[in-house]
């Protein structure tokens, strides 16, 4: 299957600070590709929709100031959680949509814990 | 709006048994991809097996296969020969096709299995 990687797989930061996670699609051009957020033992939370060279477009409820998506190329994608607090603190899943179908290829998550 | 309902937050099976997830889904759509996801403790999102909405035949992935009952919006995964490494988060997901929308993935709130040696 299509392989997805990003990092860091771990972040812990202080508060105030941002903190950038990377998004790649290693195998395959991803014109789009999606950020997740995960609270444990529940569902998947879609952020935002991100589509190469253009600007995201983020689900109701999502601060698009704070979290900071740029698409720059077909295969990277970034989330950058800007004056990062507690609250912030989660697990974050980004994927990759496939050629063709569409199909959507996950990354192994970021797990950010801001103190 | 699109609805996935997996109605059993948590099921248990003994190794080499077979097991049946549900996942019901709400549509007006006729054309769709269904999808099921596991998450093993490691988080990590991995594709178990997809579905056409405009194929009759169910879809097989070795020991995965599924039962698409389009008419009643119904698409169960059944998993033979459970093997310990079964154990997991399953996710239901439906997707409307690409490109005529964003191709984002709707996703049932999950059914956690538990493999029993």
């Known amino acids: 299957g299509a392989v997805v990687s990003q990092h860091p797989s771990r972040v812990i930061c202080k508060s105030g600070t941002s903190v950038k996670i990377e998004c790649r699609s290693l195998?395959?051009?991803?014109?789009?590709m999606f950020w997740y957020r995960q609270f444990p033992k529940q569902s998947l939370m879609l952020m935002a929709t991100?589509?190469?060279?253009?600007?995201?477009?983020?689900e109701q409820g999502v601060e698009k100031d704070k979290f900071l998506i740029n698409h720059a190329s077909l295969t990277l994608s970034t989330l950058t959680v800007t004056s990062a607090h507690p609250e912030d603190s989660s697990f974050y899943i980004c994927?990759?949509?496939?050629?063709?179908?569409?199909?959507?290829?996950f990354g192994p998550g970021t797990r950010l814990l801001v103190l | 709006a699109q609805t996935v309902t997996q109605s059993q937050p948590e099921m248990s099976v003994q190794e080499a048994e077979t097991v049946t997830l549900s996942c019901t889904y709400d549509?007006?759509?006729?054309?769709?991809?269904l999808f099921w996801y596991k998450q093993p403790p490691s988080r990590q999102m991995i594709l178990v097996i997809r579905?056409?909405?405009?194929?009759?035949q169910n879809a097989t992935e070795n020991r995965f296969s599924v039962n698409f009952q389009k008419a009643a919006k119904s698409f169960s995964l059944k998993i033979s020969d459970s093997q310990l490494g079964d154990t997991a988060m399953y996710f239901c997901?439906?997707?409307?096709?690409?490109?005529?929308?964003?191709?984002?993935?709707?996703f049932g709130k999950g059914t956690k299995l538990s493999v029993k040696p």
């Open positions: 195998d395959f051009q991803a014109t789009t």
């Open positions: 579905q056409e909405a405009y194929k009759q």
């Open positions: 994927s990759a949509r496939s050629p063709g179908v569409g199909t959507q290829y």
């Open positions: 549509t007006s759509e006729n054309n769709y991809y």
């Open positions: 997901a439906f997707m409307k096709p690409w490109p005529g929308s964003q191709g984002n993935l709707i």
């Open positions: 991100s589509n190469e060279g253009s600007k995201a477009t983020y």
